[in-house]
């Protein structure tokens, strides 16, 4: 008998390989497909949007951890804290990026610029962004000192109540176009076109949309008219002649001129980025950069715009917190800088103020704030879900739950200072800012800002709440859309001795 060559036992152990994974596969589809449909629990558009946290955790308790619903005409499914981690991190089978290109109606940006968008923006953030944290703290400071003052003395009088997110708008619209464009770009025409443009993509992305009878009642027809109102017309209308050809020339001159840590810009990382070896950048990739800075645009000023007022809020209806706050403030501006001038505080070793800030966001209430897309057919929890299905953790059973956290129902403000949990470490009982390899590359930034508004604002006045109360304008979107509620200001008269 003729021995069997090694090539032909390795030819054939491939082959029989194949032809077991074929038939795994094959199976497994097979049975994924016998797999039941999680129940279906049918809500209305209030349950969705004003009985949020009721109505989801009421569907999840009583029929099991995987649940299928209809909203907006789309089956979507919820889930909760059994399967938050592996729909969060399971890349093979849940995607962050098909989901939120999905949810916020951008699927179309996949197709161009070879699908890169949220790798392109999630770079920015990640290099252009962290590199400058250190260098940000001292240019906003001011920023956000003007923007409190300009808070504090609107009102004719204590008894005035004022709508905060105009001034949180205006105030995080000057931020954004300092760390994001420098001081070149600080112009009022130009800040008027920032808090524009980011209310156009909100708009566009449907972060707004729960709030239109169109969006609910005739989505396809809502989302037509949306596309067509904002992309055709507001949104060349804000970007203006002027920002749009200043955008257009600053990318010109930085053609070629490498990279100047000192004058860096989101403009000239991203020409440096896109140019060819002979410093041209085409018209493809300028583009390119238009659509990324509209992106950094809206994750800046609403989606920070929208959380001041949550956490200015909060502090309304916690005095002793500003007061503490107050103090905190003085404690780390005397410790830090002695110039009479202009004091900075040091960010860093405000620890309570840190700690109130990720208690706020724990607590306001999210129920669903993070979502992920099946990328294939999925048996979860032994239940058959489709490819390209939105699936959103209820969130609210991950706050809420003692195995994460102490009492979980109080709002205790002091309750982070000394664990080493700061409000932009993430966890699976903390995720405002969600959770795994697509958490928030934008938290750093997002908490340095809103430490250094709530810090201001107690520098300058005490507040309330009118009424003691605010509403919530669409409990599927708390962390995209601002509660309303108007407050009550008392400036201080000591405000030079701080
Ligand atoms: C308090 C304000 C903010 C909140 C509550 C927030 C929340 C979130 C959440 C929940 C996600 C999804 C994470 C996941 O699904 O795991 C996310 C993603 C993202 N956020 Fe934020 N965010 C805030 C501010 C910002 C800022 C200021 C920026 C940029 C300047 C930013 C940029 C991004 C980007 C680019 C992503 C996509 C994920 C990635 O690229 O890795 N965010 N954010």
């Known amino acids: 008998m003729s021995p069997i060559s090694p090539e032909i036992v390795t030819i054939g152990g491939f082959c029989l390989s194949a032809v077991v994974i074929s038939h795994l596969r094959h199976n497994a589809k097979r049975y994924r497909c016998q797999l039941p449909k999680p129940p279906f629990v049918s809500l209305t558009h209030d349950d969705i949007v004003h009985r949020t946290e009721e109505s989801m955790t009421n569907a999840l308790t009583q ?5 299928r619903i209809c909203r907006n005409g789309s089956t979507e499914y919820i889930v909760d804290n059994e399967y938050t981690r592996k729909v969060l991190t399971q890349e093979s089978s849940f995607s962050f990026e098909n989901g ?33 944290l250190s260098d940000i703290e001292p240019k906003v400071w001011p920023i956000f000192e003007r923007g409190a003052r300009a808070l504090s003395d609107a009102p004719p009088s204590p008894q005035s109540p004022i709508d905060l997110l105009p001034f949180a708008q205006a105030t995080m619209a000057e931020v954004t176009t300092t760390v994001f464009f420098g001081e070149k770009y600080m112009e009022p025409g130009i800040i008027k076109a920032i808090i524009a443009l980011a209310s156009d993509t909100a708009e566009v992305t449907g972060l707004l949309q729960n709030r239109s009878w169109l ?42 001129s490498g990279l100047d840590n000192e004058d860096e810009t989101v403009v000239s990382y991203l020409v440096n980025r896109y140019q060819t070896s002979d410093g041209r950048v085409s018209l493809g990739s300028r583009l390119w950069i238009f659509v990324l800075v509209l992106a ?6 609403h989606q920070t715009a929208t959380i001041i007022v949550w956490t200015t809020f909060f502090l309304a209806l916690h005095p002793e917190s500003q007061i503490e706050i107050r103090e905190e403030l003085m404690s780390i501006t005397e410790q830090s800088h002695e110039s009479p001038t202009s004091p900075l505080p040091d960010l860093k070793k405000a620890l309570r103020t840190d700690s109130f800030i990720r208690e706020v966001l724990r607590m306001k209430g999210d129920t669903v704030n993070v979502v992920r897309a099946s990328v294939r057919d999925v ?21 809420r739950s003692p195995q994460y956290t102490e009492n979980p129902d109080k709002f205790d403000a002091n309750r982070w200072v000394g664990t080493g949990k700061t409000s932009a470490t993430t966890g699976l009982g903390y995720l405002a800012f969600g959770y795994g390899r697509w958490a928030c590359p934008g938290r750093f930034l997002a ?10 604002l107690v520098k300058c006045s005490k507040f309330k709440l009118e009424g003691e109360n605010y509403q919530v304008l669409d409990g599927w979107n708390i962390t995209a859309v601002a509660p309303e509620g108007r407050l009550l200001i008392e400036p201080y008269d000591d405000i030079k001795s701080l």
Do not use: Q
Request: net charge positive; hydrophobic share 50%; aromatic share 16%.
């Open 63 to 67: 029929n099991g951890p995987v649940v």
């Open 100 to 132: 939120m290109a999905s949810l916020l109606g951008i699927n179309w940006l996949f197709s161009l610029h070879s699908g890169t968008f949220f790798r392109d923006v999630d770079d920015i953030m990640k290099n252009f962004l962290a590199r400058r």
């Open 215 to 256: 969006a609910h009642k005739v989505p396809v027809l809502w989302r037509i008219w949306t596309w067509t109102s904002v992309v055709l017309f507001k949104i060349p209308l804000h970007f203006g002649p002027k920002f749009a050809w200043r955008l257009w020339s600053d990318i010109e001159c930085r053609k070629g």
């Open 296 to 301: 950094s645009i809206l994750g800046s000023v």
């Open 379 to 399: 048996d979860l929890g032994g239940y058959s879900i489709p490819k390209g299905s939105l699936i959103f953790p209820v969130t609210r059973f991950s706050y």
């Open 447 to 456: 908490v340095l800002e809103i430490k250094s508004w709530l810090l201001a």
